[in-house]
C-alpha cells in the first residue's frame, strides 16, 4: 500500500494524547503523513464536509460526545472514512462493540507502538476500500434487484422470504414488510387455496435438493385480480455445493395468456363455422332432395298415368305437389333470412296493427292447415293498437305454432295467450307434446340444432334461431320451459309503444278517423 501521502484525522482532546500520536506517527515516517487535529466531534464532521480524509483517529471520550454513540454519529456524517477507535480501556467488549458500530480498529492508549499504529491504519484503511467496494457492488446489484422488469423474491431453502423487489411487491398487491420473514405460500397471492400451498411447498421442497423448477400458473395480485406468471426457482449453492438460498422469479404473462385464448376462441369459432357450413350444405341437400323427389315422382304419375287417374287421385298429387314447394319455399325463406341476419340487412321496421285481428287471423290461418289440432285462442288487454314489425311477429307466432302443431299427438290442445298492456305485449304458446329434454334446451336457439327425441319429425334446425332474432330485434325477450311427455310452454315479451300511453291514445285515434265506414 502506497502511504506517501495518507491524509488522518485526529479527533483527540487530550493535547498529550494528541501530541504523543503525532510524535509516534513521526517515528513511522513524517513525510508519510498529513495530520489534522480536532477536540471536538462536531469540528471534525464539519471539516469532513469540506476536505477528504483517508483515516480518522477518534477518542470515545470528547467535550461534546461520549463512548459508543460517538462512533455511530461519526459514521452517519462520513460512512467512507475508516475508523480506529481510541480509548484508555483495555476492554474486549468494548473493542468488539465498536467493531460492531462500524470501526475498523481499537487501540488503546499507553499501548500504542509506532508498528502498532502503522498496522492499524493501513489495515483499516484496506478493509475501508474492501467495504466500498462491496457496498458498490450492492448498490449495483441492488439496483438491478430494484429495476429489473420481473418479479423477484429471494428465500432462505426452506421457503421464507428474506426480500422482494418493487415489480414484484406491484405484483402480489404487498408491501415488503408484510412479506419478509414469511413462508411464501402463507403470503396472501399464494395462499387462496389450500391445493395451492400444498403445491408450492413440494416445489420448494424440490428447488432446496437442488433441482431448478419452472411453471405457468396464476397468483393474486393486486385488487384480488388473478394474474398469470412465468415462475421459477432457481437454487443458488456454496463452493461446497450446498443450497443456501431460492431465487423466485416471475414474469407477468396475462396479455400473453389472453391473447392464446382469443386465438383458441378464434380457432374454435373457426372450427363451428366450418362445421356449420358442413351442416348447412347436408342439410339443404336433405331438405330439398325430399320434397323436389315427392315433386319428381308425382309430376311423373300424372304425365304416365292421367288417363288412369281420377280426379281425386290427380288432387291427391296435386296436393303433394303443393305441399313439397310450401317446404322448399319456407327453406329458401329462412335461407334468405339468415342471409340478410349475417349481412346486417336485416333491420326492424315498426308498423302500426291492431294486434287482437293479427293474431286472431293467424290463428285462424293455421287452424286450416292443421284440421286434427284445436288451437285455443285467447287476447286480454284494452289497447289492441300496437307498432311492431309486422313481419318478424308473423315469423316468430307462425314458427312458434307450427312447432307446437308438429311436436302435439294428433287431437291436441295448443294454448295460444296473448296479454297486451300499456307498453308490452306478452304472448304465450303452449302445447301437450313431445316436450324438449333439458340437456337440449340449453342450445336449443342455436342453428341447426334440434332436440334430441323429435325422431322422424321433420325440421330444419333453422326455425328457433331465427325467432330469436326477431325477438332480438324487437328488443324483447323469449323463455323457454319444457318437459319431456307433459309439453313445451315459449313466453315471448315485446316492448310496445315507447312514447306511453297518450301517444297511444293518439295513434288510436288516427287510425279510427282514417278506417273506411
Not at 94 to 106: R, T, W
Not at 257 to 268: M, N, S, T
Request: charged letters at 20%; hydrophobic letters at 40%.
Amino acid at each position: 500500500m502506497d502511504t506517501a501521502s495518507i491524509s488522518i484525522l485526529l479527533v483527540e482532546d487530550s493535547p498529550s494524547d494528541a501530541k504523543l500520536l503525532q510524535q509516534t506517527l513521526w517515528h513511522l515516517g513524517r513525510e508519510k503523513w498529513q495530520v489534522v487535529h480536532f477536540e471536538r466531534l462536531n469540528d471534525a464532521v464539519d471539516v469532513c464536509s469540506k476536505n477528504t480524509f483517508d483515516i480518522v483517529l477518534l477518542d470515545l471520550s470528547l467535550p461534546d460526545s461520549e463512548g459508543l454513540s460517538t462512533i455511530a454519529e461519526f459514521h452517519a456524517a462520513a460512512p467512507n472514512i475508516p475508523i480506529v477507535v481510541l480509548t484508555g480501556f483495555d476492554d474486549e467488549d468494548i473493542a468488539l462493540q465498536a467493531v460492531a458500530k462500524k470501526a475498523q480498529d481499537y487501540l488503546v492508549k499507553g499501548q500504542i507502538t509506532p508498528n502498532l499504529l502503522g498496522r492499524a491504519i493501513r489495515y483499516a484503511i484496506e478493509r475501508g476500500q474492501i467495504l466500498q467496494q462491496l457496498r458498490e457492488s450492492e448498490h449495483r446489484l441492488r439496483g438491478i434487484f430494484e429495476q429489473t422488469f420481473q418479479s423477484m423474491a429471494l428465500l432462505t431453502p426452506e421457503g421464507v422470504v428474506l426480500e422482494i423487489n418493487k415489480t414484484a411487491q406491484h405484483l402480489w398487491g404487498s408491501p415488503q414488510q408484510h412479506c419478509v420473514g414469511k413462508p411464501l405460500w402463507e403470503l396472501e397471492s399464494w395462499n387462496f387455496s389450500s391445493a395451492n400451498q400444498d403445491w408450492l411447498k413440494t416445489i420448494i421442497a424440490k428447488a432446496a435438493d437442488g433441482e431448478f423448477v419452472r411453471h405457468e400458473l396464476q397468483v393474486r395480485g393486486a385488487n384480488d385480480v388473478m394474474v398469470w406468471i412465468d415462475f421459477s426457482l432457481k437454487p443458488l449453492k456454496d463452493e461446497i455445493g450446498k443450497v443456501v438460498l431460492l431465487i423466485v422469479e416471475g414474469r407477468d404473462i396475462s396479455d400473453r395468456k389472453r391473447a392464446e385464448a382469443e386465438i383458441i376462441k378464434a380457432w374454435e369459432q373457426e372450427r363451428e363455422l366450418n362445421e356449420m357450413k358442413t351442416n348447412f350444405v347436408s342439410m339443404v341437400s336433405h331438405e330439398f332432395r325430399n320434397p323436389m323427389t315427392v315433386i319428381r315422382t308425382a309430376v311423373e304419375l300424372l304425365e304416365s298415368y292421367n288417363q288412369q287417374l281420377n280426379d281425386q287421385q290427380k288432387n291427391k298429387y296435386f296436393g303433394k305437389i303443393q305441399t313439397a314447394i310450401r317446404q322448399m319455399l319456407q327453406l329458401l325463406d329462412e335461407i334468405l333470412f339468415l342471409g340478410r341476419s349475417d349481412a346486417g340487412k336485416l333491420q326492424y321496421q315498426p308498423v302500426l296493427i291492431d294486434l287482437a285481428h293479427f293474431c286472431s287471423e293467424l290463428t285462424q290461418t293455421l287452424q286450416l292447415s292443421a284440421s286434427k289440432h284445436q288451437i285455443i285462442f285467447n287476447f286480454q288487454g284494452k289497447h289492441t293498437l300496437v307498432q311492431v314489425d309486422e313481419n318478424l311477429l308473423r315469423y316468430i307466432l307462425t314458427n312458434l305454432l307450427s312447432n307446437a302443431i308438429k311436436y302435439s299427438p294428433q287431437g291436441g290442445r295448443i294454448r295460444f295467450d296473448v296479454l297486451c298492456q300499456k307498453n308490452t305485449a306478452t304472448f304465450k304458446i303452449q302445447d301437450f307434446g313431445i316436450g324438449i329434454p333439458l340437456k337440449d334446451q340449453q342450445r336449443l336457439f342455436e342453428m341447426f340444432h334440434r332436440a334430441s327425441n323429435v325422431g322422424n319429425i321433420p325440421g330444419t334446425g333453422l326455425g328457433l334461431s331465427i325467432v330469436k332474432k326477431c325477438v332480438e330485434l324487437h328488443q324483447g325477450q323469449i323463455q323457454l320451459e319444457s318437459k319431456v311427455g307433459v309439453g313445451t310452454t315459449f313466453t315471448i315479451k315485446l316492448p310496445l309503444n315507447p312514447h306511453g300511453v297518450q301517444s297511444l291514445e293518439l295513434v288510436e285515434s288516427c287510425w279510427n278517423s282514417h278506417k273506411p265506414a
